[in-house]
């Protein structure tokens, strides 16, 4: 998915009564893929929650980490890598993650087989998929890093203007029809080394605001949605915009299960895990207060 409707904003529910412990109405930004267009159907649409009303804005998540980095909204939805940029505002909460396996990023080349004075183009660079790379890529002689919207990454390796690229999302089932090779799976990497699932995208609370209240509402949004998948298929296939529905399955089942219910502990230790590893190598500070 992209981020074309980045800065929409649209009252999704008019239903008056709300829980006294949040927000009314509640802001909320997500990125349109499936997989949040899915989980949070419910909620947006006054299906739970006490029919609290929200407001909507979907943007590329390197946009997401720029709102949450300027604290616009109740809700956002971000990269587990900016964390220790946005934790004195924002509190992380137990639903809504984006954490799995077998669901890592993926390094992708026209044929090349290394990357030596390669240029790579990126997703953003507070993205989980870019910490990853930094980590897996200290000693594999990159040159240069250029941040383009995801979508844009796949025609520019195929067109020769990158060496390679950083692809997340959808891209994992489509880069063969770009005619691309994966040269690494950075989330079968991360699991060979830890033995844990990859933490790829958080959902925050505003730290002033009941966070339980804000994740039992995610928490029951997410479980309206596995109840019943074909309420939200027409909401999710037109944020999904040209997507084919095939792949719109296969990225939903990828990236929203049971850790998108509850973290738990072994979720909760895979994201300490990766920003401890990657504070102790000095690419992103340590975190300012505790995840849980």
């Keep these: 998915m992209t981020g074309t409707n980045v800065g929409e904003s649209t009252s999704t529910s008019t239903i008056p009564t709300a829980p006294p412990s949040l927000p009314t109405p509640l802001s909320l930004a997500i990125s349109p ?37 300027d604290a616009l909204d109740d809700v956002v939805k971000v990269s587990y890598a900016a964390l220790p ?36 183009a990126i997703p953003g660079m507070r993205t989980t998929a870019y910490l990853l790379f930094r980590l897996w890529a200290q000693e594999r002689g990159v040159s240069e890093i250029d ?60 730290r002033h605001l009941d966070g339980a209240a804000l994740s039992a509402a995610v928490r029951a949004s997410v479980a309206a949605a596995f109840a019943d998948p074909a309420a939200s298929r027409s909401h ?20 929203v299960n049971d850790y998108t219910l509850q973290l738990g502990d072994e979720g909760y230790g895979a994201v300490e895990a990766l920003l401890g590893r990657a504070a102790a190598a000095g690419l992103v500070p340590p975190l300012p207060v505790p995840l849980r």
């Design 33 to 69: 893929c499936p997989n949040d267009t899915f989980a949070f159907h419910a909620l947006t649409h006054g299906l739970v929650g006490g029919g609290t009303p929200v407001t909507v804005t979907f943007a590329d998540i390197d946009v997401l980490n720029s709102r949450a980095a």
């Design 147 to 206: 941040v383009l919207s995801f979508e844009k990454i796949m025609p520019a390796v195929r067109d020769g203007r990158y060496d390679a690229g950083l692809v997340i999302h959808e891209s994992r089932f489509t880069y063969p029809s770009f005619g691309l090779t994966a040269i690494a799976d950075l989330g079968d990497w991360w699991e060979s080394e830890t033995g844990l699932p990859i933490p790829l995208g958080a959902v925050l609370g505003r």
């Design 236 to 255: 999710v296939l037109d944020h999904a915009q040209e997507m084919d529905p095939d792949v719109v399955d296969a990225h939903i089942s990828l990236y």
């Design 85 to 120: 940029w946005l934790l004195d505002s924002y509190q992380l909460l137990s639903a809504g993650s984006a954490l799995g396996r077998g669901c890592g990023p993926l390094v992708l080349t026209a044929g090349r087989a290394d990357l030596r004075g390669a240029r790579v």
